[in-house]
């Protein structure tokens, strides 16, 4: 058991060739893992004993030291090194009772002496428990690092010492009783430091400079931290920082250890957070499949009517996917040959209007019907006559606008008519059905591009084009404190003035494309509304949307592409594009 | 980016020593780990705790969620309200965000108060100065029946209240408010309208009673 104590006889000559305060001071000494360790009294005593001894042997451990190995058996497991509790010294126990021994150096205190040797020392306040320091007060080594403005412990020095019952009394500060060489043998002691160290994050570089103050707010050189190799994270002593890149969310513990100027070991754990990555966290869970007004979770279309060129995708957003809930948006698009007139028609149901995938849809069908049929045949020519005198006479221009004012506002009164029925069926209110509607209708004729708009809640329609240049076809419904938006209702249709305000037209040059799109979309792409008009924005968002334009499956190009990852933004997402 | 900022108000009052306050304790670690994995509470919710006994402090201002560390709570002293109504209108002052036309702001902050016992001071200064700020969703919750559900009315109508200031019932509330920070990040993500009440909140568990 003593293997490693006092290994030479030259060792233990120099401990004890120790002033008598110190070795007095000594037997108050770390010993947390004190068990069956004889006293140096007692040894001392063998020594004399057995001068041809080769190397002392163990004495059998007095009854005394049982209570307190008891003791000490709790406080092991919290991670110090079993084999260091044989090489503590002195136990302050055996003082009394090796108090007889003669000493056999003249440095040795007389054992007499010692026992009554109470230096009046007050002790320091301490946690209750009498031996090792572990066994103080365990929420204080909370895991967390404490940031509290005050604290809640009357803390022991970084110093600590176990109380040993049955001590005289010793001051706190220990003095190394031991050289050097038996440092290293010290068990370390738990001890409690001021610090804290940031959260990691998962794939993220973590470098973090490790400053730590013990409890007197002395900075302290960390030796080592114990950190397990499998988190990705290890500590580099020469800088005191921790660095790496953890992979797995969770807690890593890391074991502080320093020694004090003295030289003595302590060591403090302390649990490092490492956040998953959000991306990580999202659920993808199917709609049920026996709700009312199922709908796939995505939806794609292209149009090739030469020259005209439509593609529209839609996808359900991460949040819907994350909770089970349906896609609320939906898409109209259609290009007739014949007439040379193209429709463009993009929804948005509202989040918490539970049957809003369904206003969403018939908005976008009954919009979409009324139009073909005021855009087509006989009226389609019409049309196409007057855009061809639109240079001529403000009479041409105006005559078209009166006919799609009135197209649009027959189409709302249809769709709004439409989910009044539907609620009705069920019974439920109308406002189960909420939803945005954006529609554009083009035409291009020559060298230019006409279009109309007529625009409902958020998302945003525009004629893109040149490089450099876009037309926004109107603006968005919805405050600055927004979270509220304007859905397709009655309301919206009686007042006359404002919804006038939603119909634009334009007859442009060098139009490249027309889009459309939810704000599952454009809010990610245009952090503001002001954004919105900025044609460098647009100009990014032509070239990230372009190439997928010149692909096999411009629809399913699209559609991938409304994957992308954008912190929160996790709406659905729907864009219909025509170029 | 717009944030939706989270402030809890806590008791730590001589009355909460024990195991009121060490419920609190493990509510609030539970907490915290559960929004850690919440992807949208990760990417929305910022969250700060005030506690008040013989004076009202900040232990932990409004950081996000991914940097969010539990600090350290302890109870003894009084039960200063009034000081942490006041200073909540401060902290909303300097960390909320008001939209502008060229950043859209801060969602307007839920708090949630937890109290056992009567306030020691003089709370309707402090309210008053509260009132001056629009909050997204107030819950008040009167633990036990040191606290006065009808008091705590006359700071938000929004209020509930557990039988007894016991773990059984505080693990039941910081759940319920864990949840509602949960469901708030998603409904904003949505774009939905700020929180008005109790009514856009999950249903409190059978611990927590809503005080009509």
Redesign the interface.
């Known amino acids: 058991m003593q293997k490693h104590v006092y290994a030479s006889s030259s060792q233990l000559t120099t401990a004890i060739c120790l002033p008598i305060s110190r070795l007095l001071i000594d037997q108050v000494r770390i010993s947390t893992q004190m068990t069956n360790k004889p006293s140096l009294f007692s040894r001392a005593a063998f020594w004399r004993k057995n001068e041809d001894a080769s190397e002392p042997e163990s004495n059998t451990p007095p009854q005394q030291e049982q209570t307190p190995a008891r003791q000490d058996q709790a406080p092991i497991k919290q991670g110090q090194l079993p084999i260091e509790r044989e090489q503590v010294l002195p136990k302050q126990e055996q003082a009394p009772q090796s108090s007889s021994a003669p000493a056999p150096v003249n440095c040795n205190p007389s054992p007499a002496q010692s026992a009554d040797a109470k230096p009046p020392i007050p002790q320091p306040a301490r946690p209750s428990a009498p031996t090792g320091p572990t066994a103080s007060t365990p929420p204080n080594l909370?895991p967390?690092?404490?940031?509290?403005?005050?604290s809640?412990f009357a803390a022991p020095t970084a110093q600590t010492t176990p109380q040993v019952p049955k001590a005289p009394q010793a001051p706190q500060s220990p003095q190394p009783i031991a050289t050097p060489p038996h440092n290293q043998s010290q068990a370390p002691v738990l001890a409690k430091l001021q610090l804290?160290l940031?959260?990691a994050?998962v794939n993220q570089e973590y470098l973090e400079a490790v400053t730590a103050l013990d409890t007197n707010g002395h900075a302290i050189a960390i030796d080592d931290i114990e950190i397990d190799a499998a988190c990705g994270l290890s500590f580099d002593p020469k800088s005191s920082h921790i660095q790496g890149l953890p992979i797995t969310?969770g807690t890593v513990s890391l074991k502080i250890k320093w020694t004090n100027s003295k030289g003595q070991p302590f060591f403090y754990t302390l649990n490092l957070?490492v956040?998953?990555d959000?991306?990580s966290?999202?659920n993808n869970i199917e709609p049920p499949a026996s709700a009312p007004y199922f709908k796939k979770n995505t939806d794609s279309l292209f149009i090739s009517e030469h020259p005209v060129r439509i593609a529209a995708a839609s996808r359900r957003g991460r949040?819907h996917e994350?909770?089970g809930s349906f896609r609320d948006d939906d898409f109209f698009i259609h290009a007739d040959s014949a007439s040379g007139w193209s429709t463009l028609i993009v929804a948005d149901g509202a989040?918490?209007a539970r049957f809003s995938r369904r206003g969403s849809e018939i908005a976008t069908t009954e919009f979409g019907a009324l139009i073909l049929a005021a855009t087509t045949g006989d009226l389609g020519t019409e049309l196409t006559n007057q855009l061809e005198r639109w240079d001529e006479s403000s009479d041409a221009q105006k005559s078209i606008s009166a006919h799609f004012q009135k197209l649009f506002q027959e189409a709302s009164v249809a769709a709004i008519k439409k989910i009044d029925a539907e609620a009705q069926s069920i019974p439920t209110s109308a406002k189960d059905y909420s939803t945005t509607l954006l529609v554009a209708v083009t035409k291009r004729l020559k060298t230019r591009t006409f279009i109309v708009a007529f625009w409902v809640g958020?998302g945003v329609i525009a004629a893109y084009g040149p490089s450099g240049k876009v037309r926004v076809m109107g603006q968005p419904d919805g405050g600055?404190?927004?979270?509220?938006?304007v859905f397709l209702d009655a309301r919206v249709v009686m007042d006359g003035p404002s919804f006038f305000k939603r119909i634009k037209m334009g007859f442009f040059s060098d139009i490249t494309s027309v889009m459309l799109m939810t704000?599952g979309v454009s809010?990610p792409k245009f952090?503001?509304?002001?954004e919105l008009s900025d044609p460098s924005k647009w100009d990014a968002l032509w070239s990230e949307i372009s190439p997928l334009l010149f692909t096999q499956s411009p629809e399913q190009a699209l559609l991938d592409w409304l994957e992308f990852y954008s912190?929160?933004?996790?709406?659905d997402r729907t864009i219909a594009v025509l170029w | 980016?717009?944030r939706l900022p989270v402030y809890l108000l806590l008791d730590t009052s001589g009355s909460m020593h024990g195991e009121p306050i060490e419920a609190v304790k493990v509510g609030l670690d539970t907490l915290v780990s559960a929004l850690?994995?919440?992807?949208?509470a990760?990417?929305?919710a910022y969250l700060s705790v005030i506690t008040f006994d013989s004076a009202a402090?900040v232990?932990?201002p409004l950081t996000e969620m991914?940097?969010?560390?539990?600090?350290?709570?302890?109870a003894n002293g009084t039960t200063e309200l009034g000081a942490a109504l006041s200073l909540l209108a401060d902290r909303i002052q300097i960390e909320v965000t008001k939209?502008?036309?060229?950043?859209?702001?801060d969602?307007k902050p839920l708090v949630f108060l937890f109290t056992d016992g009567m306030p020691t001071d003089n709370w309707q200064t402090g309210l008053a100065e509260l009132k001056k700020f629009t909050l997204g969703t107030f819950v008040a919750c009167a633990a036990g029946h040191g606290a006065d559900s009808a008091l705590l009315k006359q700071i938000t109508p929004d209020v509930v209240s557990l039988d007894a200031a016991d773990a059984k019932a505080i693990s039941a509330y910081f759940k319920w408010i864990s949840s509602s920070i949960s469901a708030r990040s998603?409904?904003?993500?949505?774009?939905?309208?700020?929180s008005g009440g109790l009514s856009e909140l999950p249903p409190p568990p059978a611990e927590v009673n809503v005080v009509l």
């Open positions: 909370s967390s690092p404490s940031l509290a403005p005050k809640p804290s940031p959260n994050k969310a957070i956040i998953a959000p991306k966290l999202w949040s994350h909770n989040g918490s958020d600055e404190h927004a979270g509220q938006t704000d809010d952090e503001t509304d002001s912190p929160k933004h996790h709406d | 980016m717009r850690r994995q919440d992807p949208q990760l990417e929305s402090q232990l932990a991914g940097a969010f560390q539990v600090p350290t709570i302890e939209s502008t036309p060229e950043a859209k702001g969602w998603q409904s904003v993500e949505k774009g939905q309208k700020d």
